[in-house]
């Protein structure tokens, strides 16, 4: 059972409970698409991560145009530390 709970504890991570809206808005990719075909992104979290800070910032990425269909999505979180603490905090 420590076995068990060890490994839940190493695999439970933010990036591993973060999803994203998965609706498709003006038949353009949605976010996770968008991060998989970035060059720049490559699907990784981190770097996601970095664009979704600077969203919430009003700063360029690579993800900017990709992120801003999703406005309403963000503005639950209300900034940045709200969308961290809300994955960091959640448990399904």
Known sequence: MAEHDEFDRLEYTMGGMM???GNRVDRKPTI???RGFNRKISDRMDLTLECVRRYYRHEGSPLASDLGRYAGFF???EDFHGYVDFFRSARY
Do not use: D, G, Q, T
């Open 75 to 77: 503005a639950l979180f």
């Open 32 to 34: 996770n698409a968008a």
């Open 19 to 21: 999803v994203f809206p």
